[in-house]
């Protein structure tokens, strides 16, 4: 049977229905699936929060035995592995389902089209690549996570009339209206991360946070790139972090393996790389990496090109970096640490470093949210793969912080995606393909 203009109707509203648990799910993807009879939905269901039970378990489910004979729409393929839940594949094909539309193959080498072959060799239809464009947008950050090995990131900011993004001193400046800040609270809310760098911490003091009612919960964990152990205990970040996690990224020289090893770069370790088995480990610094059970992150570790030293070192004017005692250092991190942060070692001017060690802890998308230096890190990179600019008519004139980029200067590659407006303030985004 061929695609109709009701399967792709179908299938947009299972995409829809996916979005309600994005960032949700862990490291599963929020998946949508509809069981639909005679042009009627029978069944609908999302991926439930934590990433099970499946979709496809729930809405078979609802749908009982009007499942018999019916269309089921998913927006990825249906899995065949037995994990922590049975193959829906298997589910599908006893509810006695017909046919199964699908929009994205899963890249899950547990899967990889195994779930479309069980299909059809129980006789079921199956037609993939539905709405395949909008679907792999659904599952970003789950795709990126699986093929790349790095988190989906979104580099988010909010420009004056004059193209600033604040002003040197003064800590958080108002530039976009409430309306925006409601639609930014909301991209907080579906992204499993957020980081910005230790200069943008000390200055505006952010709670980077989830605060609109209903969806405190949702907050993503708060990743400092934060070198030298700066980020004052008074901070709001300190201060919550055993309500919300926050992970400082400090550098590896701060690291307790590295002063334990009478001046050995921590690459020199036998066996531990300059990321793998630090940014996992368990809260204990002082306990010794282990040289087995590295995470996948070594290999990246080890490969990372030193030329990408960072445009970040001196955003703290005055620090010298790695200028501190290990003493002084070990107190700062013992602090930290007692007030409930994990502090991490790891280069935090390598985003191609950070990034795969945070997709291995789980995380399959990271908003980097400020400041400037940070914003040229990942760009410079090659890192953003979505960027979403706010343009406010506020003008902030004198001792303006010049914004990384405008609408006249996005990076090659990305592509205009859309334009909304939020109050007085306009959003346009820019994607790369996935
Ligand atoms: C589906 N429907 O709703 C989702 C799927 O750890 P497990 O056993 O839950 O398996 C995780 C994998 O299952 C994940 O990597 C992806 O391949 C698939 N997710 N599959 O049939 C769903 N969320
Ligand atoms: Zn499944």
């Not at 003008?395 to 010049?402: K, L, Q, S």
Request: overall charge negative.
């Amino acid at each position: 049977m061929s695609i109709t203009p009701h399967d792709e109707r179908f299938m947009a509203a299972a995409i829809r229905l996916s979005r309600w648990h994005l960032g949700r799910t862990a490291t599963n993807p929020s998946v949508g699936c509809l069981i639909v009879r005679d042009g009627v939905i029978v069944g609908r269901a999302v991926t439930a929060l934590s990433g099970r039970p499946h979709a496809e378990t729930q809405a078979l489910a609802e749908a009982g035995v009007l499942a018999r004979g019916a269309t089921a729409y998913v927006t990825l393929e249906p899995c065949s592995h037995h994990g922590k839940t049975p193959p829906c594949s298997e589910a599908l094909i006893a509810y006695g389902v017909a046919r199964v539309v699908i929009s994205v193959t899963d890249p899950d080498p547990r899967v990889s089209g195994r779930g479309i072959a069980m299909l059809r060799e129980a006789g079921i239809e199956v037609d993939a690549g539905v709405l395949e464009a909008e679907g792999r947008h659904s599952l970003a950050a789950y795709l990126t996570r699986q093929t790349k090995n790095r988190p989906y990131v979104t580099l988010k900011l909010a420009v004056s009339a004059d193209g600033m993004i604040g002003r040197k001193g003064e800590g958080q400046v108002a530039i976009t209206g409430p309306e925006a800040r409601a639609q930014v609270q909301a991209l907080r809310a579906e992204t499993d991360a957020i980081l910005v760098g230790i200069g943008t911490a000390i200055a505006d003091d952010p709670l980077l946070t989830v605060r609109t009612p209903g969806l405190e919960s949702q907050s993503p964990i708060r990743i400092v790139l934060d070198p030298s152990l700066a980020l004052p205990l008074t901070s709001k970040l300190v201060a919550t972090a055993r309500e919300v996690s926050v992970i400082v990224v400090a550098s590896e020289e701060m690291s307790p393996l590295s002063s334990d090893a009478e001046g050995l770069p921590p690459s020199a370790l036998p066996g531990i790389s300059p990321t793998g088995g630090e940014i996992g480990k368990e809260r204990d610094p002082n306990s010794p990496a282990p040289d087995s059970n590295l995470s996948p992150s070594v290999n990246v570790a080890q490969g990372a090109r030193p030329d990408l030293i960072s445009p970040l070192v001196g955003e703290m004017p005055g620090r010298a970096e790695g200028g501190a005692s290990t003493a002084d250092m070990d107190s700062r991190r013992a602090a930290l640490e007692a007030a409930g942060v994990e502090v991490v070692h790891c280069n935090p001017y390598h985003p191609e470093v950070l990034l795969p060690a945070l997709a291995t802890r789980g995380i399959s998308s990271l908003l980097v949210e400020g400041g400037a230096k940070t914003a040229r890190l990942f760009l410079e990179a090659g890192l953003v793969d979505r960027i979403q600019l706010y343009q406010a008519p506020v003008v902030i004139g004198g001792g303006g912080i010049e914004s990384p980029l405008d609408a006249t200067d996005i990076p090659s590659g990305f592509a205009h995606t859309g334009t909304l407006m939020f109050g007085e303030d306009r959003l346009d985004e820019y994607e790369r393909g996935l």
